[in-house]
């Protein structure tokens, strides 16, 4: 069973299912646009067209492009200049959520995190020991 949700793009109320984020009217008008992106990129002088280049000739909206390459729609192997931001700082991925940077700094934030957290045990491990032994 669906629950009512306001359409992003038109605002009009509609059925989510969970399959489209989007009304049904919005969701033709987005297949519309994305078979005119496609045939364009099609063309062999537009496959390394940026994304940029789409939005100046097509006109369709950044975020878009970005939600097709996210879900596999538009392949970066393919299309070489498509990708879409990382959730963290924004610079242009073709795959997962974070850039290889910011997994970087993530992990060695969490190494960081885990040598305090494995320090402040030992410091206590060794005060309980030094109270234990000082009775």
């Known amino acids: 069973m669906g629950e009512l949700k306001h359409c992003p793009s038109c605002n009009d109320f509609f059925n989510y299912t969970g399959i489209r984020e989007v009304c049904n009217k919005c969701a033709l008008d987005e297949e519309k646009l994305y078979e005119e992106v496609y045939r364009f990129l099609r063309k062999r002088e537009n496959r390394a067209a940026t994304i940029e280049r789409i939005v100046e000739v097509i006109g369709v909206k950044k975020s878009l492009l970005h939600k097709w390459v996210r879900k596999g729609r538009l392949q970066p192997a393919t299309f070489p200049n498509l990708g879409y931001p990382c959730d963290n700082c924004g610079k242009l991925i073709t795959q997962g959520k ?38």
């Open 98 to 135: 974070l850039c290889e940077n910011c997994v970087v700094d993530l992990k060695s934030g969490l190494r960081q995190f885990d040598a305090a957290i494995e320090f402040r045990n030992k410091v206590n491990e060794h005060e309980a020991t030094y109270r234990k032994d000082r009775r």
